[in-house]
């Protein structure tokens, strides 16, 4: 990448990996930005985890972000390559071992965790609170693959169940660093509301 214009975008269009010219507003178009975004909230994650190296575990957790922002990198490429003429078999894409990992991280964050009685609300510190606004937007994302594979049915199913655990992860994650950092969870209680207490 030598030159960050080419102007090719200007009247809305870009091209998918194989050389595919679509608009912007194509379903794939609009599912891999969506993965940026949710890539740019885990660098955020990233970074002011920084500020706790006191938790335990705190080398891995922050390896396992950077992974992670690599590891949606490569989703993406998939998501560029569904439906066009693209041969090249070399391409990243999500192993079943990625899906593994998440899976063996959350059950060893929640094997030290309280069961849950209620829904958490967000909050907490703001690194709880960036990792919660991760996991929204990973779902997000998660719908919007959804719409690709109706559109899409040959698309590598473990897109999707990347990023399912991948959101799994992230709420399991927040609850853990809440309990390492000791700050209270707050959870739903459908009674607590304004018409009530005021």
């Not at 922002?69 to 560029?80: D, K, P, S």
């Amino acid at each position: 990448m030598s030159k960050v214009y080419t102007k090719v975008g200007d009247k809305g269009t870009t091209y998918l990996i194989g050389n595919e010219k679509v608009p912007k507003n194509d379903l794939r178009v609009e599912s891999y930005g969506q993965i940026d975004e949710l890539n740019v909230l885990i660098g955020f994650c990233f970074r002011h985890l920084e500020s706790f190296p006191e938790i335990d575990n705190y080398s891995y957790m922050s390896k396992r972000l950077i992974s992670i922002q690599n590891e949606l990198f490569n989703l993406g490429t998939v998501l560029a390559s569904i439906g066009t003429s693209n041969t090249n078999d070399n391409l990243p894409k999500i192993e079943n071992d990625d899906i593994i990992l998440l899976e063996k991280d959350i059950d060893d964050m929640n094997s030290v965790l309280d069961p849950l009685k209620s829904f958490v609300l967000p909050g907490g510190n703001n690194l709880t609170l960036y990792i919660h606004s991760a996991r929204v937007v990973c779902r997000k994302s998660e719908r919007s693959v959804v719409s690709v594979l109706s559109k899409y049915p040959d698309t590598d199913i473990r897109v999707l169940k990347y990023l399912n655990r991948l959101s799994d992860y992230l709420f399991v994650l927040g609850r853990f660093i809440s309990l390492k950092l000791d700050v209270a969870e707050n959870l739903w209680d459908p009674n607590n509301i304004s018409s009530k207490n005021i």
